[in-house]
């Protein structure tokens, strides 16, 4: 038997209700696609931005602490966009939702959000919230990780 990708979302369905269903879905996740590409160039557009201003403003062509960190947060939103939408892009083209990728992603995600913290305006009770989800996330990484190396190198 031949598998196409999206299974879940069959085209051939006797239901024309449910078909039309799959039909649209499947196009909504091909326009979020386009639409994440979208995104990513005007994250671009405004890391080259936030950096032109906090060069071309006193003192010329020096960055201080909260110039590097806002630079920061900008680069790694851009990365995290580009992760969503490789994880779009797997979703279209394969038989599985990738798992390991979106946990890696949103790994990723709380890891930018722990970077850019003002530790000066946060509580601690958010500190030991974000430490728990890395935790979690790295602990379901790892664990995810091991039982890909026990099958033999298949993706989980």
Partial sequence: MNKEPHDELPLDDP??????????IRFAVKL???????VIFFGIADVVYVLYQR?????????????????FAAFLAVLVAIEIFVNIRIYLSSYELPVKL??????????RKI??????KIEALEV??????????GGTY?????A????????V
């Fill in 15 to 24: 239901d024309p209700i449910i078909r039309g269903s799959h039909l649209a």
């Fill in 32 to 38: 979020l696609a386009i639409l994440m590409v979208v």
């Fill in 55 to 71: 060069l071309t403003t006193g003192p010329h062509y020096l960055l201080n602490i909260s110039d590097i960190f806002e630079t």
């Fill in 102 to 111: 979106v946990v890696a992603t949103a790994l990723m995600a709380v890891a």
């Fill in 115 to 120: 970077i850019v913290l003002d530790f000066e």
């Fill in 128 to 137: 030991f919230s974000l430490g728990a989800v890395v935790l979690a996330l």
């Fill in 142 to 146: 790892c664990y995810m990780l091991h």
């Fill in 148 to 155: 890909q190396h026990r099958e033999g190198g298949r993706n």
